[in-house]
């Protein structure tokens, strides 16, 4: 169904999955590689967004790896709203392209590679993606922040618990749907 033949409230899942842009260099050479990916329209700072699917994810960051995008920068979770979906990110860059004659003081020469991926989470559906642990082992922490924060597992990683929450927390904090238990109330701070 076209967006413009939906009705007024009525949303199409291509809404739910951003707004859907030609794809650029990062998911072009993905697609000759063989990955199927669904490129999303550029941040405000002009990298290159691509969605995954959650089976593709390991094989995908694996291969960027090989690409040259050899440091995880971030990875993280977000909500994109009550009754919508869940979202784990992944932020690479390519590193070793930097010189070391670059500085954080000069203007870059070239401009660094980036791309971050994107895996699109029904709310009701399997949170579970695989983790990019083996791959890099930055995402420990960060992985663990996302369970903690949002609920989506990932599977393989190393210490599956929660990170800043206590361990028997019930809920995940930064659902736009979460409402806060009853039984943690403030000590007394004095």
């Known amino acids: 169904m076209s967006k413009s033949s939906s009705a007024p409230n009525e949303s199409t899942d291509q809404d739910a999955l951003e707004v859907k842009s030609n794809p650029g260099p990062i998911s072009l050479w993905l697609s000759q590689q063989g990955f199927e990916n669904d490129p999303i329209q550029p941040d405000h700072l002009g990298v290159e967004l691509i969605a995954i699917q959650p089976l593709f994810l390991l094989k995908v960051a ?99 618990k929660r990170l800043l929450m206590p361990e028997d927390w019930k809920g995940w904090p930064l659902r736009k749907d979460y409402i806060q238990p009853d039984f943690y109330e403030m000590q007394d701070a004095y």
């Open 62 to 160: 694996s291969a960027l790896k090989d690409y040259g995008f050899d440091y995880l920068q971030c990875q993280g979770g977000y909500d994109e709203g009550p009754g919508q979906n869940l979202v784990t990110f992944y932020h690479l860059i390519a590193m070793r392209e930097l010189t070391k004659s670059e500085s954080l003081a000069t203007p870059k020469k070239k401009k660094t590679r980036e791309v971050r991926l994107k895996v699109f989470l029904p709310r009701e559906s399997d949170l579970t993606v695989p983790s990019l642990y083996p791959l890099f082992k930055g995402a420990d922490w960060q992985e663990r922040e996302t369970f903690d924060m949002f609920g989506i597992s990932f599977k393989d990683h190393p210490h599956p």
